[in-house]
């Protein structure tokens, strides 16, 4: 069993402060789901779970085929991308607000019990 120990910082204490936070992660909040590099695939991972989104892409497929086509290509892909991009920008807003409500309780200032 390993104890946390909090320190003031107040300059005393700086080295051991040094030493017994290299072992601990950093006390912060982070409630968002995606970053700049991760949001496109995991958004489009998550669009494709719903059955509805997964029938229209499999109706764009088989619109692709000469056999089976029965309206232009970009007419089937329509419904699709209108919906995709619907659910992503409502998702990137979403996390945009969590990203800065996060900052906002990281940043806030705390107070801590001194001896």
């Given at each position: 069993n390993r104890w946390r120990i909090v320190l003031p910082d107040n300059?005393?204490?700086w080295k051991d402060w040094k030493q017994v936070s290299t072992f601990y992660s950093r006390n912060r909040i982070q409630t968002t789901?995606?970053?700049?590099l991760t949001f496109l695939?995991?958004?489009?991972?998550?669009q494709f779970h719903r059955l509805g989104n997964l029938y229209f892409f499999f109706l764009?497929?088989?619109n692709w085929f000469p056999q089976v086509e029965v309206f232009h290509r970009e007419i089937t892909m329509l419904p699709l991308v209108v919906v995709l991009l619907a659910s992503m920008i409502k998702d990137a807003i979403e996390d945009y607000r969590k990203y800065q409500y996060d900052?906002?309780?990281?940043f806030t200032k705390t107070r801590v019990y001194d001896k």
């Amino acid at each position: 069993n390993r104890w946390r120990i909090v320190l003031p910082d107040n300059g005393r204490h700086w080295k051991d402060w040094k030493q017994v936070s290299t072992f601990y992660s950093r006390n912060r909040i982070q409630t968002t789901k995606y970053t700049w590099l991760t949001f496109l695939p995991q958004n489009l991972l998550r669009q494709f779970h719903r059955l509805g989104n997964l029938y229209f892409f499999f109706l764009v497929v088989l619109n692709w085929f000469p056999q089976v086509e029965v309206f232009h290509r970009e007419i089937t892909m329509l419904p699709l991308v209108v919906v995709l991009l619907a659910s992503m920008i409502k998702d990137a807003i979403e996390d945009y607000r969590k990203y800065q409500y996060d900052k906002t309780i990281n940043f806030t200032k705390t107070r801590v019990y001194d001896k």
